[in-house]
């Protein structure tokens, strides 16, 4: 058998474009065997489909990976979730044909067949997995409509996970992306630093989740509307670190430099277990720098805090 022919008999699709092959690598001289690039443990036989498993945690014959992320593990339920009603599609299509009113019968031949199906995959195991398409109680297909937002990445942490339609991208289309954002990012002559912002990669899955043709704020918009939107929200949350002060207490800590201009400068902010908060800048280079003028701008400082919120 040739190196392309034991590719296709290990997977349900070609090595090189099956998205899972960026996490595991074939055991050579070994046929369908597999090895997790996570965890480095050797998966005998099953080819790609178990080592997809494996990363996605699913319960059965095939011990869980513990080192593998979160984004990659709901990659590949998504992955195996897609690869079981593209089966069950095509069988259906095919049952259609040959008897297109028996719908009932179909539908609960199509659960067993499942069943069975996840079985041999397992060794056997009938415990039912989260991506099952079936309602296990009642056994009743679950709709399109209630499965809606599994097609959606999570957004429960800063860099979401990728959409099933990103995870299938080609490598020169993912390349192509990445170079033409590359451009305007080189043309805007914007600092390399601002890729470490926790709001970039959630600015890039929101435009993402449009897909294409998404006009992206204009100059008026980010210097007009857009801009005291996002001053509102900032004094909102500000507002919600303040009120904490009256239940917890805050410390004032302040510190002092000089600026450009060789003006000494003293910082003031204050701490509490919600945030740590800038609250002003105050220029004293016309005060004595002495205990009475120190005392009197801490003083201010508190009153403004409110005495009975500082511990």
Request: charged share 25%; net charge positive; aromatic share 8%.
């Amino acid at each position: 058998m040739t190196e392309n022919q034991s590719s296709v008999a290990s997977g349900p699709a070609v090595r090189s474009e099956d998205p899972a092959w960026a996490y595991g690598r074939a055991v050579p001289d070994a046929r369908n065997n597999t090895q997790c690039t996570f965890c480095c443990k050797m998966i005998r036989g099953g080819g790609i489909t178990r080592l997809k498993y494996h990363l996605a945690g699913i319960p059965g014959d095939v011990e869980a990976c513990k080192k593998v992320s979160e984004d990659v593990k709901w990659q590949m339920k998504q992955l195996i979730e897609d690869l079981k009603k593209s089966k069950q599609k095509k069988r259906r299509m095919n049952r259609e044909i040959a008897n297109p009113y028996d719908v009932d019968e179909e539908e609960e031949d199509d659960h067993h067949h499942d069943e069975g199906n996840n079985d041999n995959e397992r060794g056997g195991s009938k415990s039912h997995s989260s991506v099952s398409n079936y309602n296990t109680k009642g056994k009743e297909k679950v709709g399109e409509k209630s499965n809606i937002k599994s097609y959606f990445a999570p957004r429960t942490k800063p860099g979401s996970q990728p959409s099933i339609r990103s995870s299938l991208a080609s490598k020169q289309m993912v390349e192509k992306a990445r170079m033409n954002f590359a451009r305007w990012w080189y043309h805007a002559n914007i600092p390399f630093h601002a890729a470490h912002s926790v709001y970039y990669q959630e600015a890039l899955d929101s435009v993402a989740a449009i897909g294409p043709g998404f006009k992206g704020p204009s100059y008026h918009d980010l210097r007009g509307p857009l801009l005291q939107k996002h001053v509102g929200e900032m004094n909102d949350y500000l507002l919600d670190v303040k009120n904490d002060w009256k239940v917890y207490g805050c410390s004032i800590m302040s510190d002092g430099w000089t600026n450009q201009k060789r003006a000494p400068i003293i910082n003031f902010l204050v701490y509490c277990p919600r945030a740590t908060m800038f609250l002003k800048s105050l220029d004293v280079s016309g005060l004595t720098k002495d205990a009475d003028t120190l005392f009197k701008l801490f003083d201010k400082v508190v009153q403004e805090v409110g005495p009975e919120n500082v511990v």
